[in-house]
């Protein structure tokens, strides 16, 4: 089995930081690309930011220029790290690995963590 597992979340002023911690364990051959999704109340779920395979970064508007998705050391770790937080990205945060390839098998599907809960004050 494939696990998604987020960490980092937590309370900050408006105007912080914050970074959070993604990593998909498992029997995984490949993952086509790692990505961030947000779900405030009330809201539906938005992308935030995406990292591919071969590193090609995305970013939702709301957050370019002040969010930045990178590439951990071990592998299948990818972080967020939240600058310049607004009181609108309070949200819980949600880490999935799209298109994973296990080991052995010829068939992909997304996993998804938990959420992180991410809430800033103003």
């Known amino acids: 089995q494939v696990q998604v597992v987020e960490s980092g979340g937590g309370l900050v002023q408006a105007g912080g930081s914050l970074r959070l911690s993604c990593a998909a364990s498992?029997?995984?051959?490949?993952?086509?690309?790692m990505v961030w999704y947000r779900q405030a109340p009330g809201k539906q779920r938005e992308l935030v930011a995406a990292?591919?395979?071969?590193?090609?970064?995305n970013y939702a508007d709301f957050v370019k220029g002040r969010f930045t998705i990178s590439r951990g050391n071990a592998k299948n770790t990818v972080f967020l790290q939240m600058n310049s937080l607004k009181p609108e990205d309070t949200a819980v945060y949600y880490c999935?690995?799209?298109?994973?390839?296990?080991?052995?098998?010829?068939?992909?599907?997304?996993?998804w963590g938990q959420g992180t809960q991410v809430t800033v004050s103003s």
């Open positions: 498992g029997s995984i051959f490949r993952i086509n690309s």
């Open positions: 990292l591919t395979n071969d590193d090609n970064e």
């Open positions: 999935a690995a799209m298109g994973v390839y296990r080991s052995g098998s010829v068939l992909r599907r997304d996993y």
